[in-house]
């Protein structure tokens, strides 16, 4: 370890590899001695873990002031192989110490919600000793994603970045034998797995394209060599950023790839916040910001991921506003506004883009805890409906009760005051209202936008619109009016372990907006140090008038009026509409306002422009087919039944056959033995010189004797 | 004195003679007297160069010769002896026990 | 010259006959007394070639001891006791052919060779073959031969004991 060497340049930058061990210790303490521990201890090493690492992370984050350039602090050697070096080691820059204090941070408050919310999920769920599974998968994440922030090369930042695909799939099928047909969750877990391969796939393409070009994974050597590998050869750093894209699409859930998100709310609330919202999906914008230096010698790449920023912002946006379930509206919001984080890194705007990421972990992982805390009060409800003879009778049917479905909530105001408050500014931040956080970042990426690439500005401003209407819709569909359904009447308020982690949120949502104000730009500033921003000026000179600083009024002033006017739609919709609806019959109402002004244009947005339908269709079907038939046909009936056995077996068979019987037994059996035999017959023959007579004897005597003399007379001659 | 070719001719003969017994006789006794025979040739034969050559080896080689046939011939007689209780015959013919 | 022509050759007749009836007599003691006569002759042969003390030996001790010996032993065995039948029957054929293939070989060397071996003087010293010529050699320089011989005479002695008074017991107790 070279940690002496680092502990010279003064902070507390040698720590860093703790940051990586303390959860790793969590999840071993937990796996190992789990099965002793009660519940109440295993949720306290699981949540000191992270806590200790946001430690860490802040000390790091206070030795970076002093030494802003950041260190690189080697830990092992992992691979030596010929031109290849890649040591383990911890990059501690302004950018990866905002990653980690975002990760542990928000990773221990929503540690200390999932230790109140996983108790009260294994008693109605059943299986309490799940507990311990659920926090050593999620002490691994967070693992996983410390190592992903951490690296100093982009093989380190793939290990990361594998390992927290994995969790995720773990915590996806966490209740691995429940949902559609017994095994939904498990094919929701399958599905965010393949999805993302097909991401890690493009990585992978672009990861070897470096290391064939840079002959190096480290970030430092490839921010230097960048220019004079484009001059070498352009199309290489075009390929690799847009098989990076790929990559990005994967991971943070964009167009084509961000299928398997919705489904991935089939997990624990707590999962759905901390993976799917606040930090596994950010990991693509990180990446992207990480390449800063490819990126900016390739505008055509950049415009691409600007666009398919976009485009998926507003489409999930739309999506959004025809959902049932809380759960997947917030699903689809995390995709829409991961849309804005990478437009706005592929714009170049990266500044803009982790700020949105910093901001938007905050409010998305309060809206999902919050929705979580809803979720367990109508299961409270239910649980006590059920047992509640009286209550019983009003149960308005005996089919399966979703305690997901908003048209089952209502009214929660009253019921639950906490969570509706924090909700509210949660949704509130979300919708870019001002003064809250989302309003600042939001618009930071809107101002950025109408400069560099106004295209997308548009497609971004319509997004934020429906955003704001989706939200509206969502407060009013689950805290106003009246309770549609008995348990929403019946709902209990959740315990202080799991709101206080939402206060907090809620908190850090009101004031988050403050960290990067215009003309003071603190984190653009902190930022600076590690994304050398002249470099993006100098590329961003081809655009006309890149601005820094300075607040766009007109920008800010369309977004909040957008914002604003969306609320009020929403709000018109289901207060007013709704209610004149109440006076239709109930078999003949719609469930949803919309539905008589959008027809059946909602019922595309129900059903999310049927992509899985399409992508089943036209994608997996026949490729499942084409496996079949080879696997089938060409494989077994035709490369095994065949060509296997009639031909290499009967064959083989058959010179086996011929060898063994004609030539082996018949032909050298027969020399073997008949060389025995023969032998045998001399014998015989030859045995009857023994006759016994020792006159037989004298006389062969004398014959030789005669010969010998003959041939000596011979000689004489 | 003759040439000793004459000596060497007569000494064949009586050798051939002898070796002709050997072969045809059946009695055991009178093979070994064959073979009495045989030595008694080559003693002739020594007698006759040790003359020709007027060397005394031939003589004193003589003598050694008698001395091994008379000791060969008590042993042997002393076998066939000792042959006959086994066998009560003196057929050479019937000491075929070796026969392959 | 010519007396010595004679002698040889009456000699020699004799001797090839003799052994010619000791080699086809059935009865074994005529074949016996054959031999004797047949060593007698040859004893003759040997004074004619100045080998007075190797004449006496052969009559003494050939003749005398050896030929007496086998007396003694056809008669305690018993005279010609062999069966008329041939056992190999083609064993006499084969032997004749044999004898006279031989005796052409042997033949044809003598008639070749005639010129080879010149001839020797027929003066010959005194002492040649006088037992004290005889006498001389074997104690100087054929000493060793001799000492040899004489435990050579020992071995056959102690054997023709053993081999016979074993035989004798058979099984009993053996004196």
């Known amino acids: 370890m070279f940690l002496s060497e680092v502990a010279s340049v003064g902070g507390y930058f040698y720590l860093v590899p703790l940051v990586v061990f303390f959860p790793v210790a969590g999840l071993l303490i937990n796996l190992i001695f789990g099965g002793k521990f009660s519940e109440k201890l295993i949720g306290w090493v699981a949540c000191v873990a992270p806590g200790l690492s946001f430690v860490l992370a802040v000390l790091l984050g206070i030795s970076l002031v002093g030494h802003p350039e950041g260190v690189t602090v080697p830990f092992v050697d992992w691979i030596k192989l010929g031109e290849l070096e890649l040591p383990w080691a911890f990059r501690v820059d302004t950018l990866s110490v905002t990653m980690m204090l975002v990760v542990s941070g928000v990773g221990t408050l929503i540690h200390i919600y999932a230790v109140g919310y996983m108790h009260e999920d294994v008693r109605h769920n059943g299986d309490p000793s799940r507990y311990r599974r659920f926090f050593v998968f999620f002490n691994l994440f967070i693992a996983m994603m410390m190592i992903l922030v951490s690296a100093d090369n982009y093989l380190m930042l793939f290990v990361g970045w594998e390992g927290v695909g994995l969790c995720s799939y773990l915590l996806i099928g966490f209740w691995y034998d429940k949902g559609k047909d017994g095994i939904g969750n498990a094919v929701a877990g399958k599905k965010a797995f393949i999805t993302n391969r097909i991401g890690d796939f493009g990585f992978l393409i672009a990861a070897f394209l470096m290391f064939w070009y840079f002959k190096s994974f480290n970030f430092d050597v490839i921010v230097a060599k960048a220019p004079e590998v484009a001059a070498a050869a352009p199309g290489v750093i075009l390929a690799m950023t847009l098989f990076m894209l790929l990559g990005v699409t994967g991971k943070s859930a964009q167009l084509p790839l961000f299928v398997w998100l919705p489904d991935a709310m089939a997990g624990p609330t707590p999962v759905s916040a901390l993976i799917h919202a606040a930090t596994m999906v950010t990991a693509g914008v990180y990446l992207v910001a990480r390449s800063y230096s490819l990126y900016v010698l390739v505008p055509q790449a950049q415009n691409w991921v600007a666009i398919v920023g976009g485009v998926t912002a507003l489409f999930a946006a739309t999506i959004a506003v025809g959902q049932f379930d809380i759960k997947k509206v917030l699903a689809y919001s995390t995709i829409s506004q991961l849309g804005f984080m990478v437009a706005a890194v592929g714009m170049g705007a990266f500044v803009a883009g982790m700020f949105h990421l910093v901001t938007h972990a905050f409010f998305k992982a309060l809206l999902f805890l919050s929705a979580g805390s809803v979720i367990q009060g109508l299961e409270r409800g239910h649980h006590a409906v059920e047992h509640d003879p009286l209550l019983r009778k009003r149960l308005k049917s005996e089919h399966h009760f979703d305690p997901q479905d908003m048209r089952n909530m209502g009214g929660l105001r009253n019921r639950m005051k906490t969570t509706f408050w924090v909700y509210l500014i949660g949704a509130l931040a979300l919708a870019g209202i001002f003064p809250l956080a989302g309003f600042w970042s939001k618009d930071e990426i809107l101002a950025e936008a109408l400069h560099l690439n106004p295209l997308v500005y548009w497609l971004l401003t319509i997004a934020a619109f429906f955003t704001a209407f989706y939200m509206g819709r969502q407060i009013i569909m689950v805290f106003f009016g009246e309770p549609k359904s008995e348990p929403s009447a019946q709902a209990q308020e959740s315990p202080a372990v799991m709101t206080t982690p939402l206060v907090v949120l809620a908190g850090l949502s009101l004031v988050g907006g403050f960290m990067n104000l215009p003309f003071i730009h603190t984190f653009t500033h902190w930022l600076e140090h590690t994304i050398h921003l002249e470099e993006v000026e100098a590329a961003a000179e081809a655009t006309p008038s890149y601005v820094v600083g300075g607040l766009n009024l007109i920008v800010a002033g369309i977004s909040l009026g957008l914002a604003l006017i ?82 290499i077996v009967g064959g083989y068979n058959g010179l086996v056959w011929l060898l063994s019987k004609p030539i082996d037994t018949s032909f050298i059996d027969g020399i073997a033995n008949g060389l025995g035999q023969g032998v045998q017959e001399l014998a015989a023959a030859m045995r009857k010189i023994q006759s016994g007579f020792v006159r037989n004897y004298a006389l062969s005597v004398f014959i030789g004797v005669v010969v010998i003399i003959g041939y000596l007379v011979l000689q004489l001659r | 004195m003759l040439p000793v070719y004459y000596y060497v001719a007569l000494s064949a003969i009586l050798f051939i003679i002898g070796t002709l017994g050997v072969l045809i006789r059946r009695n055991a006794i009178v093979v070994f007297m064959s073979v009495e025979l045989m030595l008694n040739a080559a003693n002739l034969v020594f007698v006759a160069f040790a003359r020709y050559y007027q060397a005394m080896e031939g003589q004193i080689f003589v003598f050694f010769v008698m001395t091994v046939a008379a000791a060969e011939v008590a042993v042997g007689l002393a076998l066939i002896v000792a042959i006959f209780r086994t066998k009560q015959s003196i057929n050479v013919d019937q000491i075929n026990t070796l026969k392959g | 010259m010519t007396i010595q022509y004679i002698l040889f ?65 056809i008669m305690l065995l018993g005279a010609e006791q062999v069966g008329p039948q041939q056992a190999i029957r083609w064993q006499r054929p084969v032997a004749a052919v044999l004898g006279v293939i031989l005796l052409a070989e042997l033949g044809y060397i003598l008639l070749s060779q005639t010129g080879v071996l010149p001839g020797t003087s027929t003066e010959i010293a005194e002492a040649f073959g006088s037992p004290a010529a005889v006498g001389v050699n074997l104690f100087t320089a054929y000493l060793l031969p001799f000492e040899v011989t004489s435990v050579l005479l020992l071995v056959a002695i102690v054997g023709s004991i053993v081999l016979t008074r074993f035989g004798r017991t058979n099984g009993e107790e053996g004196k």
């Open chain 1, 566 to 647: 969306a609320i009020a739609i929403a709000y018109y919709f289901y207060t007013r509409r709704a209610a004149d609806l109440q006076k239709v019959p109930a078999n003949k109402r719609p469930d949803d306002p919309l539905r008589g002004v959008l027809g059946p244009a909602f019922s595309v947005l129900e059903h999310k422009y049927w992509v899985d339908e399409i992508y089943w269709a036209v994608i997996v079907n026949p490729y499942v087919a084409i496996s079949r038939f080879l696997a089938e046909k060409v494989d077994w009936a035709f490369w095994h039944d065949f060509f296997h056995e009639k031909i």
């Open chain 3, 9 to 73: 050759f009456s000699l020699a007749l004799i001797a090839v006959a003799s052994a010619v009836g000791m080699l086809i007599s059935r009865n074994a003691i005529y074949a016996a007394l054959y031999l004797v006569l047949n060593f007698a002759t040859v004893a003759v042969f040997f004074l004619l070639l100045q080998a007075p003390f190797i004449a006496i030996a052969q009559v003494s001790v050939y003749a005398g001891a050896i030929m007496v010996l086998f007396l003694f032993v």
